[in-house]
């Protein structure tokens, strides 16, 4: 399987958002959503690697399951918004590249 663009998954999100009368909630509720799923990703993370085993009659959940929720709703806040997400990578990686462009110990550099 050929791996999508972020453009591919904004449009599938959009084509399965579309098929409902109440399309994209707003940004508020879309924030609501994606502190939930942030705070369910942190959950699962506490429990794989943090003090908090699960409790015995717990559901199983995954931390790839709980980013992919997290990716979902960030594609519906996104378009929601009318921004493409790959325009908002490029800047974010832009930024990095030239305001953290030394901050950081290079792999295979002489110090």
Not at 5 to 19: F, G, N, R, T, W
Not at 35 to 48: C, I, M
Not at 86 to 95: L, R, Y
Request: glycine fraction near 4%; aromatic fraction near 8%.
């Amino acid at each position: 399987m050929e791996p999508k663009s972020l453009k591919a998954m904004q449009q599938e999100v959009d084509q399965y958002i579309s098929q409902f009368k109440e399309g994209y909630f707003k940004p508020l509720s879309l924030l609501a959503r994606m502190s939930e799923e942030v705070g369910e990703l942190a959950r699962e993370v506490n429990h794989q690697f943090g003090e908090k085993p699960k409790k015995p009659d717990e559901a199983e959940n995954s931390i790839e399951l709980e980013l992919g929720d997290i990716l979902f709703i960030t594609i519906c806040f996104a378009n929601s918004l009318g921004i493409d997400l790959t325009e908002a990578h490029d800047k974010v990686m832009h930024k990095f590249n030239t305001r953290d462009a030394n901050r950081w110990t290079k792999i295979n550099t002489k110090p």
